[in-house]
């Protein structure tokens, strides 16, 4: 059993598309050693691959932790080292050449601005700093950073204005909770394509609709319809059989199931940035959803439902309270959303926990991290299936 749990939250490029997955150790075992013994078993069951989906991951270690990663059979090339400041002056050049032969790349979590540090960093591929670290003393060097093969990332984004700073700067790669919050580009008001796709979600989310008006919904779009049914088809769902009508799709996997599919398709129908946004809901809802079945909870649907719109307010760009008013949601979702409260406040809010790297302040204490941690990387490897789909239907 793996003590331990590693989540994941994405960093964007300048275009705003994901250019790696940050990991963050949660409540991982005390003592390096057993640290070494996760991360080996971790990365020897392929979990590190399930939890990065193939793609980039940055990790922080400590540099005594360096002489104990795998050394073969593992994507190093994808896996960038985040290594602090003062740490970082403490390894050997022969170390640094040892992983850079290795295929690992290196990062340097940085408190300030060294110069010394730029000229030194041979091996390095990325400089990270923090949100409050004065971006106007970086500005000047940025050029000579980039020349000598540098590039810049600004964690902990939280404001616009910290955003708008580094990126006027020259910053290569952003991450932080700013991404999650409404930019509201348009004002308090939702935009008309994007009210009409609010509409359609509250009709399906309608707690008094019928199964036959809920398929007629999803029929009388002829796209939404297609997309549905090219989705279920796909093999994501290995169906021994072809199913051609929302109808046989409502009896083989239940409304509630072809509702929540058809509710993604019109989410990641709207243009927004960023396109992320979207795959952290489902790993959100998944894991919602499954943290309630393992509580033996009768709630399940609901947990779903509160995780895949905890970012609606960010894809529409309007306040979640103006989103709530036109859903008529149950008050359960209403108030996890809005307040973290009611009876699935808890399962959000321990979510929402276990993604940023928090487990001490985790509201549901009795939870068993093992098993949460494969629901988890379940719910990754859900969400990443149904990415792919998505990205299919871009083609007929």
């Known amino acids: ?100 032969d290795q295929g690992y790349l290196l990062a340097v979590n940085c408190d300030k601005f060294d110069q010394k540090l730029i000229e030194q960093a041979e091996f390095v591929k990325l400089l990270a700093f923090e949100a409050r670290a ?13 020349a000598r093969g540098l590039q810049l990332l600004l964690r902990h984004v939280e404001t616009r204005a910290q955003f708008d700073n580094a990126f006027d700067a020259g910053f290569d790669y952003f991450q932080g909770r700013y991404f999650e919050c409404p930019r509201l580009i348009h004002g308090t008001h939702i935009p008309a394509n994007r009210l ?80 992320e946004l979207l795959i952290t809901a489902l790993v959100r809802a998944h894991t919602c959803e499954r943290i309630a079945e393992l509580s033996h909870r009768s709630d399940a649907e609901q947990c779903y439902i509160a995780g895949l719109f905890s970012l609606l307010d960010a894809i529409m760009d309007a306040p979640m309270t103006e989103i709530l008013q036109r859903l008529n949601l149950a008050d359960e979702i209403t108030e996890a959303l809005l307040y973290g409260a009611g009876p699935i406040g808890p399962v959000l809010q321990t979510v929402l926990c276990l993604e940023r790297g928090l487990c001490h302040k985790i509201p549901l204490r009795d939870l068993d991290l093992a098993s949460t941690l494969e629901a988890y990387l379940e719910a990754i490897e859900t969400a990443e299936a149904v990415r792919r789909q998505l990205e299919n239907q871009t083609t007929p």
């Open 196 to 275: 009409a796709v609010l509409n359609l979600i509250a009709r399906l989310e309608d707690p008094d609709i019928t199964i036959e008006e809920a398929e007629n919904l999803i029929r009388q779009d002829v796209t939404l319809s297609y997309k549905v049914l090219r989705l279920i088809n796909s093999a994501f769902y290995c169906l021994p059989r072809k199913i051609d009508s929302i109808s046989r799709a409502v009896v083989l996997l239940g409304l509630e199931r072809i509702k929540h599919w058809a509710i993604v398709i019109l989410v990641n129908a709207i243009d927004y940035k960023p396109r």
């Open 134 to 146: 004065d971006v106007a003393e970086i500005t000047p060097h940025i050029r000579h950073i980039h």
């Open 1 to 100: 059993m793996i003590q331990g749990f590693l989540s994941r939250v994405p960093v964007y490029d300048r275009a705003l598309n994901l250019f790696a997955y940050e990991l963050r150790p949660c409540s991982l075992p005390d003592g390096e050693s057993q640290l070494e013994t996760f991360l080996q078993e971790f990365w020897q069951s392929h979990r590190l691959e399930k939890l990065t989906g193939g793609r980039r991951g940055l990790i922080p270690l400590s540099p005594s932790l360096l002489g104990h990663l795998p050394q073969s059979s593992g994507p190093q090339d994808r896996l960038i080292l985040n290594i602090s400041q003062a740490a970082f002056s403490q390894i050997s050049r022969d170390e640094l050449q040892r992983l850079h």
